[in-house]
Nanobody, 122 residues
Framework: QVHLVESGGGLVQPGRPLRLSCAAS????????MGWFRQPPGLGREFIGT????????YYVDSVKGRFTMSRDNAKNTLFLEMSDLKPGDTGVYYC???????????????WGQGTQVTVSS
């Protein structure tokens, strides 16, 4: 298991960017496929995308493709989510998660952060 802590959330105006970080400890970060999920207000948690163990490949759901970029620094045990052109519909609690296999199914992820709130509003 790996311990994950997200940071970087906050209140941002529509159209503005925001970068989230996810710091990992207690495990070998480069062994894990990492995913980002979010939970909009009043709704269930939804999958955003994944990034491969060495960061060479990333997958995004259509709703964020072209606006969100995932990256990772395995030397610093940190995952990033660069978000641009944010929309009110991007509001939610954002979670990073670790998996040995990746995918969009929450059950494939064994370690989760506590989440960081992102609110997009004018």
């Amino acid at each position: 298991q790996v311990h994950l802590v997200e940071s970087g959330g906050g209140l941002v105006q529509p159209g503005r960017p925001l970068r989230l970080s996810c710091a990992a400890s207690g495990g070998t970060f480069s062994n894990y496929v990492m995913g980002w999920f979010r939970q909009p207000p009043g709704l269930g948690r939804e999958f955003i995308g994944t990034i491969s163990k060495i960061g060479g490949t990333a997958y995004y759901v259509d709703s964020v493709k072209g606006r969100f970029t995932m990256s990772r620094d395995n030397a610093k045990n940190t995952l990033f989510l660069e978000m641009s052109d944010l929309k009110p519909g991007d509001t939610g609690v954002y979670y990073c998660a670790a998996s040995s296999r990746g995918g969009s199914d929450e059950s494939f992820y064994h370690s989760w952060g506590q989440g960081t709130q992102v609110t997009v509003s004018s």
